[in-house]
T-cell receptor
Framework: EIVLTQSPATLSLSPGERATLSCRAS??????LAWYQQKPGQAPRLVIY???NRATGIPARFSGSGSGTDFTLTISSLEPEDFGVYYC????????FGQGTKLEIK | QVQLVQSGAEVKKPGASVKVSCKVA????????MHWVRQAPGKGLEWMGG????????NYAQMFQGRVTMTEDTSTDTAYMELSSLRSEDTAVYYC??????????WGQGTMIIVSS
């Protein structure tokens, strides 16, 4: 079983600031990694897939990078609608999610 | 535009079973890979299982093996997830989601299942 560990657990930032979220896998997931955003009371929404590809409708301020076991989601300049919980997910071996990073307004 | 419409919330007693439905609108279930993900209150996302087009099999997460069954009725474009021997820890929102290009691009609205005596 591949374990995904996200850090930090909570990230407190102000609009306009840069956000950097991390996801580390217990073994290589190759390029089979995605990021989802979830807001309270809503289903998750795909943000980034295959490490660095933005999903439909996702603005260019979102970017993903990494390889093997270490991955990063970067939001270059936070907008109010970007706050929520972000999960990474792998599909290299079955499926699995990280425990989430809560991005909150400072 | 694919939409997934799930059945409504339920309250179940410990030891009972629950069957959640997920109806596909705007597409054909046969052409989709349906998966199920759950989320306990205040907790993260947990993959339960789903259909894999590569091997044509439905795969279940190890922690649910023996307790979960995922089925499909292609005549009504409806997918089902049945979980048995319910316990309080199964209280959660259950989502169906389809894999597009390998990732969950379309999600149902979620179904709240409460397990309580």
């Amino acid at each position: 079983e591949i374990v995904l560990t996200q850090s930090p657990a909570t990230l407190s930032l102000s609009p306009g600031e840069r956000a950097t979220l991390s996801c580390r896998a217990s073994q290589s997931v190759n390029h089979y990694l995605a990021w989802y955003q979830q807001k309270p009371g809503q289903a998750p929404r795909l943000v980034i897939y295959d490490v660095s590809n933005r999903a439909t409708g996702i603005p260019a301020r979102f970017s993903g990078s990494g390889s093997g076991t270490d991955f990063t989601l970067t939001i270059s300049s936070l907008e109010p609608e970007d706050f929520g919980v972000y999960y990474c997910q792998q599909r290299s071996n079955w499926r699995g999610f990280g425990q989430g990073t809560k991005l909150e307004i400072k | 535009q694919v939409q997934l419409v799930q059945s409504g919330a339920e309250v179940k007693k410990p030891g009972a079973s629950v069957k959640v439905s997920c109806k596909v609108a705007g597409y054909t279930l046969r052409d989709l890979a349906m998966h199920w993900v759950r989320q306990a209150p205040g907790k993260g996302l947990e993959w339960m299982g789903g259909f894999d087009h590569e091997d044509g099999e439905t795969n279940y997460a190890q922690m649910f093996q023996g307790r979960v069954t995922m089925t499909e009725d292609t005549s009504t474009d409806t997918a089902y997830m049945e979980l048995s021997s319910l316990r309080s820890e199964d209280t959660a929102v259950y989502y169906c989601a389809t894999e597009g290009g390998g990732w969950y691009r379309i999600w149902g609205q979620g179904t709240m299942i409460i397990v309580s005596s």
